[in-house]
């Protein structure tokens, strides 16, 4: 059983920075790829940010230039890098492992980032 533990997050002012971790335990034997999703208050959840397991990385537009998602695959560690932060970025930043064989999905447990203007 594949578990996510997520770290990081919490108040900011705008333009300020933060930092998440998400780490992975349990069994991992499949090709992967990791994201953060986020979920603003009254809204759906979103992907933010994704990465493979060789490093190649995609990231929704809004936050292009601000944020940065790295992960270290020898401590089964994602991370979330943001800067220049903006109120907009409030919300519940969820941390998604997923498997393609076979195709499942596990998520953590969520962390708040709440960005001041």
């Known amino acids: 059983q594949v578990q996510l533990a997520e770290s990081g997050g919490g108040l900011v002012q705008a333009g300020g920075a933060l930092s998440l971790s998400c780490v992975v335990s349990?069994?991992?034997?499949?090709?992967?790829?990791m994201a953060w999703y986020r979920q603003p208050p009254g809204k759906q959840r979103e992907v933010v940010a994704t990465?493979?397991?060789?490093?190649?990385?995609n990231y929704v537009d809004s936050v292009k230039g601000r944020f940065t998602i790295s992960r270290d695959n020898a401590k089964n560690t994602m991370y979330l890098h943001m800067n220049n932060l903006k109120p907009e970025d409030t919300a519940v930043y969820y941390c998604?492992?997923?498997?393609?064989?076979?195709?499942?999905?596990?998520w953590g447990q969520g962390t708040q980032v709440s960005v001041s203007s």
């Open positions: 998604n492992f997923h498997t393609l064989l076979p195709t499942r999905d596990y």
């Open positions: 349990g069994r991992i034997d499949s090709i992967n790829v």
């Open positions: 990465i493979s397991e060789s490093g190649r990385t």
